[in-house]
């Protein structure tokens, strides 16, 4: 079971930037021969990034801590945790109780809790109401590089701006970021792209 719960935060990491570099795609890509806006999907897919980055931070140190509810045996009311108990009963923490959570584990405060909230409740309007007559692309750029990147970079020293699914990301990734004005940690080795690409 130990190697099992080992497992954990690594399997979460390499998922939350796997929809991290779809977000972005979705975000920042326009696509001619899909008839919905992707920056819609992009907001969802940003918010279950941000979920599956932050259980992998909490889960590194305690990966019991990420579940809400553990599974318990009624008979012995002792708790189950071999891992087919907690992939099948064990429950997570929701998007709104992980900044406390990461905090009191990991001694991490997110800097923008205002926008890490409000960026929740528009991702819960467009799942079960409508889309808000906002720009999706902007906000969901912003989400990443003030709450994602820092985290990201805070313990595994990554950057957000290397999660896209685009193969050239220092030609076409990041003079779209400068365009719109969104402020990104650029790793050194991309340093002469993005100086070329705030030239132009």
Known sequence: ????????????????????????????????????????LSVLQTVHAAEFIIKACIAEVEPLAIFSEIPKDVKSNQFKLDFDSLFEEGRTLKFRELPKKLEQVRNYKIKDNERYYEFGRLRNGIQHFAVPDLDLTQLTGEFIYKIIDPIIGEFWNEYAVEYCNDEELEYNFLPTLVRREIDFRCPPKWKKYLIEAKEN
């Open 1 to 40: 079971m130990e190697s099992d719960l080992e497992k954990i935060s690594e399997q979460l990491k390499w998922i939350g930037l796997g929809v991290l570099a779809e977000a972005q795609k979705n975000a920042f890509y326009h696509h001619f021969m899909i008839s919905i806006d992707t920056s819609i």
